[in-house]
């Protein structure tokens, strides 16, 4: 493993070619046995998402905004998995813990830019049903197919083209002796740590008004959506109207507030000083890795119209 474990006094003339991931930290004699779990979670998301996307291309009665939005959601989560996960798998079953310098920044890019894109497609969704409900009369002229491709394009953008400077900023840096990262993917924090620049402050100050700045405005927005669905919902006189209401949103808020919440979690723990590194390490992989499983099953399970369609297509190939 070349540049693993340079301590001359000559080290910083020279810049790592590769970095190496040791996986989970505290744990690494026993860290193959989580493997399994993580394996059988990833099977789970491409399965799921997949049948998702079946159900609702073979459906006609699924062909709405709602449900091409869902469809969005599944082909990122799918993405998002598949960053991170075979490189975990191979960590843990084939000891592959080295990344190339170039693969390492483009995972780190590819991750921010798939949890960006959910966050913008949980906004999508809450903009969906903020009309639905509170605009009922103006759905159809308003949340088209047309819009459906418009929303998708300009988040695609602004996803992909506002999180280049993240890996961009961090593969600047100069990586001089150390490039073992306690970690099982390519982080930010993670990777950035390791560097022997004099001055790293200007830069992760931008990396982390960046992250917050896009994390935030879309938490902003379904915050104020859902604001104004529950504001319109207590004015409804039938208390089965609000049920009613109400219901078509609870999926949604289930997968914002698990998605958010692990976000911010991960924050507080990698900046404070935390004395089991394991945990952020830990909550990292799985908010890569459970939103994707998860999403499906709670819209599955929530949804009359999924389910009827899941129960049609499973008797089809049945």
């Known amino acids: 493993m070349k540049f693993q474990d340079l301590s001359n006094s000559n080290s910083s003339k020279f810049q790592v070619s590769e970095f190496i991931l040791l996986g989970f930290p505290g744990i690494h004699s026993w860290q193959h046995w989580l493997s399994l779990p993580l394996a059988l979670l990833y099977l789970l998301a491409l399965s799921a998402n997949i049948l998702i996307l079946i159900i609702i291309n073979k459906e006609a009665t699924l062909h709405q905004p709602m449900y091409y939005f869902l469809g969005i959601l599944a082909v990122v ?16 079953w084939f000891n592959a813990k080295a990344i190339s310098f170039l693969w390492c920044f483009i995972q780190m890019y590819a991750i ?60 600047q840096r100069q990586y001089c002796s150390k490039n073992q990262i306690e970690h099982c ?76 919440t692990v976000i911010i979690v991960i924050s507080i723990t990698h900046s404070a000083a935390m004395t ?7 909550l990292n992989v799985l908010h890569n890795v ?22 049609k297509v499973l008797k089809l190939y049945s």
């Open 276 to 282: 089991v590194p394991l945990i952020p390490v830990l």
């Open 112 to 171: 921010h830019c798939f949890v960006a894109m959910e966050s913008g497609i949980f906004v999508c969704m809450a903009i969906d049903r903020y009309v639905a409900i509170c605009r009922p009369l103006h759905y159809p002229s308003i949340i088209t197919g047309s819009f459906v491709v418009k929303a998708t394009v300009f988040m695609a953008l602004r996803n992909s083209l506002t999180t280049i400077p993240i890996p961009v900023f961090a593969a």
């Open 185 to 260: 993917l390519c982080s930010n924090l993670g990777v950035t740590s390791l560097s022997c620049d004099d001055d790293k402050t200007v830069k992760s100050i931008y990396q982390l008004l960046l992250a917050w700045t896009l994390m935030g405005s879309d938490l902003g927005l379904i915050i104020l959506s859902y604001a104004l669905i529950l504001q319109s919902v207590l004015k409804l006189n039938s208390a089965e109207a609000a049920s009613k209401a109400l219901s078509t949103c609870t999926s949604h808020l289930i997968l914002i507030l698990f998605f958010y």
């Open 77 to 92: 989560d799918m993405g998002l998995a598949t960053t991170i996960m075979p490189k975990i798998l191979a960590i843990l």
């Open 290 to 311: 459970i939103p994707p499983a998860l999403n499906p099953m709670v819209y599955a399970l929530k949804n009359k119209e999924l389910r009827q369609g899941l129960y």
